[in-house]
């Protein structure tokens, strides 16, 4: 079977199970999203959706946000991963975006990543969930599973790298839900600490399944 006839069938399992699939982050606009994400940064979603209801009460529009300090928004997501830089970073973007970019959070790669604390990956995001547009965002789930499963080779050692195999071999119109397939996949199933085999759908199509099976 060759690479691209796995792909299909790995493909076609994650769309037959969800069709329709986007971000378990909890958000109420394209700005609280883009909060949402960069907090999630070597954060868990769950945790991320317990600071954030309290956060976009307070700051829920960028000109609200760029009046606050860092200290006041740190008060409110201290129990997230780096809370010191990410409060900066917030605090921060929301005045570049409402100096700016007119309080409207911009809609392409290089703009999103002249933002404070926005990097290729969260841009990504951002355009898959926020614009619809065809993008594969890499986070430490998505890089492993790839890998797993040998859709990007072993050269593909960073994540602009398997950005770019994944692109090319996953079909443009597929390609955002893809991101979120293979992200929960490795969330849930695949994880970083042991490789559940046994309750995989699509181990007959990974050529790593026999290393991990215990």
């Given at each position: 079977?060759?690479?691209?006839?796995?792909?299909?069938?790995?493909?076609?399992?994650?769309?037959?199970?969800?069709?329709?699939?986007?971000?378990?982050?909890?958000?109420?606009?394209?700005?609280?999203?883009?909060?949402?994400?960069?907090?999630?940064?070597?954060?868990?979603?769950?945790?991320?959706?317990?600071?954030?209801?309290?956060?976009?009460?307070?700051?829920?529009?960028?000109?609200?946000?760029?009046?606050?300090?860092?200290?006041?928004?740190?008060?409110?997501?201290?129990?997230?991963?780096?809370?010191?830089?990410?409060?900066?970073?917030?605090?921060?973007?929301?005045?570049?975006?409402?100096?700016?970019?007119?309080?409207?959070?911009?809609?392409?790669?290089?703009?999103?990543?002249?933002?404070?604390?926005?990097?290729?990956?969260?841009?990504?995001?951002?355009?898959?969930?926020?614009?619809?547009?065809?993008?594969?965002?890499?986070?430490?789930?998505?890089?492993?599973?790839?890998?797993?499963?040998?859709?990007?080779?072993?050269?593909?050692?960073?994540?602009?790298?398997?950005?770019?195999?994944?692109?090319?071999?996953?079909?443009?119109a597929l390609l955002s839900r893809a991101h979120h397939w293979?992200?929960?996949?490795?969330?849930?199933?695949?994880?970083?600490?042991?490789?559940?085999?046994?309750?995989?759908?699509?181990?007959?199509?990974?050529?790593?399944?026999?290393?991990?099976?215990?």
């Amino acid at each position: 079977m060759t690479k691209k006839e796995r792909t299909q069938r790995i493909l076609d399992y994650f769309h037959a199970q969800q069709p329709e699939i986007t971000t378990e982050l909890e958000f109420g606009s394209v700005f609280q999203l883009l909060c949402a994400v960069v907090l999630s940064a070597q954060c868990t979603d769950k945790r991320v959706n317990m600071v954030t209801p309290e956060l976009f009460k307070i700051y829920p529009t960028p000109q609200l946000m760029a009046q606050a300090e860092a200290e006041d928004i740190r008060e409110i997501i201290s129990s997230v991963s780096y809370p010191n830089a990410k409060a900066d970073h917030l605090a921060r973007l929301a005045r570049k975006i409402v100096d700016d970019f007119n309080g409207e959070v911009p809609e392409t790669l290089d703009e999103m990543t002249s933002l404070p604390g926005v990097g290729r990956k969260t841009a990504n995001v951002m355009l898959a969930v926020a614009f619809g547009k065809a993008a594969m965002p890499v986070d430490t789930h998505v890089f492993r599973v790839s890998h797993r499963l040998q859709l990007v080779p072993k050269s593909a050692d960073t994540p602009e790298k398997v950005e770019r195999y994944l692109v090319k071999l996953i079909p443009s119109a597929l390609l955002s839900r893809a991101h979120h397939w293979l992200l929960l996949h490795g969330r849930y199933v695949c994880t970083s600490r042991k490789a559940h085999c046994e309750k995989c759908e699509i181990a007959a199509y990974c050529p790593s399944a026999k290393k991990y099976e215990q």
